[in-house]
C-alpha cells in the first residue's frame, strides 16, 4: 500500500504529545532527575549517580531496611486483604437476589461504602475504634477484650484490614454479582436436571463463568491495596511504632518528614516500577484468557 | 423407565386466579408409554415447551398431577425426578473434558466409578465422541456441543424419559439429519422413552412413533405421521402438516352434499349429526383435487401461479376469495387463467368449529 508522505501530519499529533509531556513525562523525569541527586536544602544538589538505588536495594542500609520492611508488610496487607475480601465477595454475590425490587436494595446498600470519600473512611473507623467514646472500642473493653489500636500492634492491624473489608468487599461482590447476571438460565437448569449439588453447581459453572471478572476484582485490589495510604495514615498514622507503616506511608514520611528528595524519588520510581510489573503481568494474564475465549466463540 | 401419565395438567404462568385462556398450557389428560419415541409439534408459543418443562420438574404445574409409573411426582424437584432434559442451546461444562461432562449427572448420583466408566465409553461410541473423550470441552463447535450436551441426557440408563427442547436449531441442516437418525438409532439401541419438542414438521415426522400436536397450549391431536396427514383432527393440524397444507373452504353441509357458493360436491360420507349454529368448513389436502380443464359440473377456480416441486406439481388457485391449491396430474397442459376441480370424495373432511366430525357411511 503507498503511504503519502505529509510531514504536517505532526501537527495533529502535537496537542497529544504536549498533554501527556506536561501531565505525564515532565513530572515523571522530575523524579528521576531528583533521584540521581543529593541536597541538603537552599536548592542546591550535588550529583549521586545511581547512589540511593543502590543504598535503597540494600537491605541492610537504612532506607534499604525501610524500604523493604514497608514492602513486606505491604504484601503481607495485600495477600490477607485478597484472601479476606475475594471469598467474602464471591459469597455476598451468591447470596444477593436475583430478581424483584431487593435486587436494587441490595446494590445500593453495597455501593454505599464505595462512595465514602478514603479520609472519611478513615476517620469514621479512628472513631468507631476508640476505647474512650467509639461505638467498637468501647464495647469491645466493656465486653473484656482489650482493644486498642494506639498501642497494640494486632489490633491496629485487626483494625486496618477490617476497615479495607468493611471498604472495598462490596466492589469484589458487585463484580461477581455481575458475573453471575450474565450466565444463562439454561446453565442452571442443566444443572437440576444433571442433579448437581450446589456445591457442583459453583464449581463446574458459577466459579469459571467468573474468572474474567474475578481476575479484575483482584487485580483492583491489590493495586488498591499496594497503594493504600490515606485510611492507615488517618486511623494508626503507621504505629503503633512502624507496624503499619506501609510503602506509601513510608514514602511520604521520607520525602515529607525528612525532605530527602532524592531518597524518596528512588523509591517511588522502584515501587511504581513494582506496580507496573504486576500490571503487565495481569494484563497478559487477562488478554490471554480473552483471546481464548474469543477463539472459542469464533468457532462456534 | 416408565409410563408417565398426565392427570388434568394445565399451567398458568399468571398464578391461579387467571381464567383458562390465558393458560400457557391449557388442561390435557394423556399417556406417554414406556420406550416410545413422541414428539410435541406445534408453532412457537403453543405451550409445547412448558409442556417439557413441567414433566422435567423446571416448572411446578399450577393444576394436575404427573404420574410416574402410577406413582404422582408433581411435587418433587427436578433431581429427585428420574428424568433427563436436552436443551435448545448446549450446556458445557467447559473446564471439564468431555469425558467428566458426559460422566456428570452420574458422578452427580454417586454411580460407582466403573459403571460410569462402561456407560460414558458406550455413548461416546454411539455419538462418534470416544476421540474426544480426554480433550477440554472448549474451544468446540456448536454441533460437537451439542453432540456432549445430548450424550449428558442419554448417559443414564435409569431414566423415566428424556425430554429433548428443540435440540438441533443451532444445528447445520446437513448435520441435523446426521444427529436426528443418530437419535432415532440411539432410541432403538437404548430403550428410553424419548420426547422430542420441535416446531419442524419434518423433524417430527422422520423421528417420532406418535406426533402430539400442539395449538395454542391445547393438544389437537396425537397419532402417528400418517394419522395426522390423512385425518386431522383439527384444521390447524390439516394446515400445519403437509406442504402445501390443507385447504380449507367455508361450506353449507347437508346429508352427502357440501354447497360453496352455487356449486354442490358430493361427498364420501353423510353428515345429519353437525351442530347447530357452528362454522362449517371443508377440508381436502391439495394432493387429494386434481386440477382439470374447466367444464360444468366442476368447481371452477382462478389460477394464481404454478409452483413445480420436480417430482409434483401444485397449482395455487383462488374460489372467490379463498386461496386454494390442487395437484397439476402429469402431462396436464394448464389451460389458462381458470379451471375445474375434480375432487377425491372420500378424502374430503369435514369440520365444525374446527374440529373433525365423523361422518356416516
Same mark, same amino acid.
Given at each position: 500500500m503507498?503511504?503519502?508522505?505529509n510531514?504536517?501530519? @505532526?501537527?495533529?499529533?502535537?496537542?497529544? /504529545?504536549?498533554?501527556?509531556?506536561?501531565?505525564a513525562?515532565?513530572p515523571?523525569?522530575?523524579?528521576?532527575?531528583?533521584?540521581?541527586?543529593?541536597? /541538603?536544602?537552599?536548592n542546591?544538589?550535588?550529583?549521586?549517580?545511581?547512589?540511593?538505588?543502590?543504598?535503597?536495594?540494600?537491605?541492610?542500609?537504612?532506607?534499604?531496611?525501610r524500604?523493604?520492611?514497608?514492602?513486606?508488610?505491604?504484601?503481607?496487607?495485600?495477600?490477607?486483604?485478597?484472601?479476606?475480601?475475594?471469598?467474602?465477595?464471591?459469597?455476598?454475590?451468591?447470596?444477593?437476589?436475583r430478581?424483584?425490587?431487593?435486587?436494587?436494595?441490595c446494590?445500593v446498600?453495597?455501593?454505599l461504602?464505595?462512595?465514602?470519600?478514603?479520609?472519611?473512611?478513615?476517620?469514621? @473507623?479512628?472513631?468507631?475504634?476508640?476505647?474512650?467514646?467509639?461505638?467498637?472500642?468501647?464495647a469491645?473493653?466493656?465486653?473484656?477484650?482489650?482493644y486498642?489500636?494506639?498501642?497494640?500492634?494486632?489490633?491496629? @492491624?485487626?483494625?486496618?484490614?477490617?476497615?479495607?473489608?468493611?471498604?472495598?468487599t462490596?466492589?469484589?461482590?458487585?463484580?461477581?454479582?455481575?458475573?453471575?447476571?450474565?450466565?444463562?438460565?439454561?446453565?442452571?437448569?442443566?444443572?437440576?436436571?444433571?442433579?448437581?449439588?450446589?456445591?457442583?453447581? /459453583?464449581?463446574?459453572?458459577?466459579?469459571p463463568?467468573?474468572?474474567?471478572v474475578?481476575?479484575?476484582?483482584?487485580?483492583?485490589?491489590?493495586?488498591?491495596?499496594?497503594?493504600?495510604?490515606?485510611?492507615?495514615f488517618?486511623?494508626?498514622?503507621?504505629?503503633?511504632?512502624?507496624?503499619?507503616?506501609?510503602?506509601s506511608?513510608?514514602?511520604?514520611?521520607?520525602a515529607?518528614?525528612?525532605?530527602d528528595?532524592?531518597k524518596a524519588?528512588?523509591?517511588?520510581?522502584?515501587?511504581?516500577?513494582?506496580?507496573?510489573?504486576v500490571?503487565w503481568?495481569f494484563?497478559?494474564i487477562m488478554?490471554?484468557?480473552?483471546?481464548?475465549?474469543?477463539?472459542?466463540?469464533?468457532?462456534? | 423407565? $416408565?409410563?408417565?401419565?398426565?392427570?388434568?395438567?394445565?399451567?398458568?404462568?399468571?398464578?391461579?386466579?387467571?381464567?383458562?385462556?390465558?393458560y400457557?398450557?391449557?388442561?390435557?389428560?394423556?399417556?406417554?408409554?414406556? !420406550?416410545?419415541?413422541? $414428539?410435541l409439534? =406445534?408453532?412457537?408459543?403453543?405451550?409445547?415447551?412448558?409442556?417439557l418443562n413441567?414433566i422435567?420438574?423446571?416448572?411446578?404445574?399450577?393444576?394436575?398431577?404427573?404420574?410416574?409409573d402410577?406413582?404422582?411426582?408433581?411435587?418433587?424437584s427436578? *433431581?429427585?425426578?428420574n428424568?433427563?432434559?436436552?436443551?435448545?442451546?448446549?450446556?458445557i461444562?467447559?473446564?471439564?473434558?468431555?469425558?467428566?461432562?458426559?460422566?456428570?449427572?452420574?458422578?452427580?448420583?454417586?454411580?460407582?466409578?466403573?459403571?460410569?466408566?462402561?456407560?460414558?465409553?458406550e455413548?461416546?461410541?454411539?455419538?462418534?465422541?470416544?476421540?474426544?473423550?480426554?480433550?477440554? &470441552?472448549?474451544?468446540l463447535?456448536?454441533?460437537?456441543?451439542?453432540?456432549?450436551s445430548?450424550?449428558?441426557g442419554?448417559?443414564?440408563?435409569?431414566?423415566? &424419559?428424556?425430554?429433548?427442547?428443540?435440540?438441533?436449531?443451532?444445528?447445520?441442516?446437513?448435520l441435523?439429519? *446426521?444427529?436426528?437418525?443418530?437419535?432415532?438409532?440411539?432410541?432403538?439401541d437404548?430403550?428410553?422413552?424419548?420426547i422430542?419438542v420441535?416446531?419442524?414438521?419434518?423433524?417430527?415426522?422422520?423421528f417420532a412413533?406418535?406426533v402430539?400436536?400442539?395449538?395454542?397450549?391445547?393438544v389437537?391431536?396425537?397419532?402417528?405421521?400418517?394419522?395426522?396427514f390423512?385425518?386431522?383432527?383439527?384444521?390447524?393440524?390439516?394446515?400445519?402438516?403437509?406442504s402445501?397444507?390443507?385447504?380449507?373452504l367455508?361450506?353449507?353441509?347437508?346429508?352427502?352434499?357440501?354447497r360453496? !357458493?352455487?356449486?354442490?360436491?358430493?361427498? !364420501?360420507?353423510?353428515?345429519?349429526?353437525l351442530?347447530?349454529?357452528a362454522?362449517?368448513?371443508?377440508?381436502?389436502?391439495?394432493?387429494?383435487?386434481?386440477? $382439470?380443464?374447466?367444464?360444468?359440473?366442476?368447481?371452477? $377456480?382462478?389460477?394464481?401461479?404454478?409452483?413445480?416441486l420436480g417430482?409434483?406439481?401444485?397449482?395455487?388457485?383462488?374460489?372467490?376469495?379463498?386461496?386454494?391449491?390442487?395437484?397439476v396430474?402429469? =402431462?396436464?397442459?394448464?389451460?389458462?387463467?381458470?379451471?375445474?376441480?375434480?375432487?377425491?370424495?372420500?378424502?374430503?373432511?369435514?369440520?365444525?368449529d374446527?374440529?373433525?366430525?365423523?361422518?356416516?357411511?
Open positions: 503507498d503511504k503519502t508522505v510531514q504536517k501530519a @505532526w501537527f495533529l499529533v502535537l496537542p497529544v /504529545f504536549l498533554v501527556v509531556a506536561f501531565s513525562i515532565l515523571l523525569m522530575t523524579v528521576v532527575n531528583y533521584s540521581m541527586q543529593d541536597t /541538603f536544602g537552599n542546591q544538589f550535588f550529583w549521586n549517580g545511581v547512589g540511593w538505588f543502590k543504598e535503597l536495594l540494600d537491605p541492610s542500609s537504612d532506607l534499604g531496611g524500604f523493604f520492611a514497608s514492602l513486606w508488610r505491604n504484601l503481607f496487607f495485600s495477600a490477607v486483604i485478597l484472601a479476606i475480601e475475594v471469598p467474602l465477595g464471591i459469597v455476598v454475590a451468591l447470596s444477593m437476589p430478581d424483584g425490587w431487593s435486587v436494587a436494595a446494590l446498600t453495597l455501593a461504602p464505595l462512595l465514602i470519600p478514603w479520609n472519611v473512611v478513615g476517620t469514621i @473507623w479512628q472513631i468507631f475504634g476508640r476505647p474512650d467514646i467509639g461505638l467498637l472500642g468501647y469491645l473493653n466493656g465486653i473484656g477484650i482489650n486498642n489500636y494506639v498501642s497494640n500492634e494486632f489490633d491496629a @492491624w485487626a483494625t486496618v484490614i477490617v476497615m479495607d473489608v468493611w471498604h472495598w462490596s466492589l469484589v461482590a458487585l463484580l461477581c454479582y455481575a458475573g453471575l447476571k450474565s450466565i444463562p438460565d439454561a446453565y442452571y437448569q442443566a444443572a437440576q436436571i444433571d442433579g448437581a449439588s450446589r456445591w457442583a453447581v /459453583f464449581t463446574a459453572i458459577q466459579l463463568k467468573m474468572n474474567r474475578l481476575l479484575i476484582a483482584v487485580l483492583l485490589r491489590f493495586m488498591d491495596s499496594f497503594m493504600i495510604y490515606t485510611e492507615p488517618v486511623v494508626t498514622g503507621g504505629g503503633p511504632g512502624n507496624s503499619t507503616t506501609f510503602v506511608i513510608e514514602l511520604v514520611k521520607i515529607l518528614g525528612q525532605f528528595l532524592g524519588a528512588a523509591l517511588s520510581l522502584v515501587y511504581n516500577l513494582i506496580i507496573i510489573i500490571c503481568i494484563y497478559t488478554t490471554n484468557a480473552g483471546a481464548e475465549r474469543r477463539v472459542e466463540q469464533g468457532a462456534a | 423407565m $416408565a409410563r408417565i401419565d398426565l392427570v388434568e395438567l394445565a399451567h398458568s404462568y399468571g398464578g391461579n386466579a387467571a381464567d383458562q385462556a390465558s400457557a398450557l391449557k388442561p390435557i389428560s394423556m399417556t406417554w408409554r414406556q !420406550g416410545g419415541a413422541y $414428539a409439534l =406445534g408453532p412457537s408459543g403453543c405451550g409445547k415447551t412448558t409442556l413441567l422435567s420438574g423446571i416448572v411446578t404445574p399450577s393444576h394436575g398431577k404427573i404420574l410416574f402410577g406413582v404422582d411426582i408433581t411435587p418433587l427436578t *433431581q429427585k425426578r428424568i433427563a432434559q436436552v436443551f435448545q442451546f448446549p450446556v461444562y467447559d473446564t471439564m473434558t468431555v469425558g467428566q461432562n458426559l460422566a456428570f449427572p452420574l458422578r452427580n448420583r454417586g454411580v460407582p466409578n466403573s459403571q460410569i466408566d462402561a456407560r460414558v465409553a455413548i461416546a461410541r454411539l455419538l462418534d465422541l470416544t476421540p474426544d473423550l480426554k480433550r477440554k &470441552a472448549t474451544r463447535t456448536a454441533d460437537a456441543k451439542q453432540k456432549i445430548l450424550g449428558r442419554l448417559v443414564r440408563s435409569d431414566v423415566a &424419559a428424556v425430554l429433548f427442547d428443540e435440540p438441533l436449531t443451532v444445528i447445520d441442516p446437513e441435523k439429519w *446426521q444427529l436426528r437418525s443418530k437419535l432415532k438409532a440411539l432410541h432403538r437404548l430403550d428410553l422413552t424419548m422430542y420441535t416446531h419442524d414438521q419434518t423433524e417430527a415426522l422422520t412413533d406418535t402430539v400436536v400442539m395449538h395454542e397450549g391445547r389437537v391431536q396425537s397419532g402417528t405421521p400418517a394419522e395426522l390423512d385425518k386431522p383432527a383439527h384444521t390447524f393440524v390439516g394446515y400445519f402438516i403437509g402445501p397444507g390443507m385447504n380449507i367455508p361450506a353449507e353441509v347437508r346429508g352427502r352434499e357440501a360453496i !357458493g352455487d356449486h354442490t360436491i358430493r361427498l !364420501g360420507r353423510s353428515y345429519d349429526n351442530p347447530e349454529g362454522k362449517i368448513e371443508l377440508g381436502v389436502r391439495p394432493e387429494f383435487v386434481d386440477v $382439470a380443464p374447466e367444464a360444468p359440473g366442476l368447481l371452477s $377456480a382462478t389460477i394464481d401461479r404454478i409452483d413445480d417430482r409434483v406439481r401444485f397449482a395455487r388457485l383462488r374460489i372467490g376469495d379463498a386461496k386454494f391449491g390442487a395437484r396430474p402429469p =402431462g396436464f397442459a394448464v389451460p389458462g387463467t381458470t379451471a375445474g376441480l375434480v375432487f377425491d370424495a372420500s378424502r374430503i373432511h369435514v369440520y365444525a374446527s374440529v373433525l366430525v365423523e361422518g356416516m357411511s
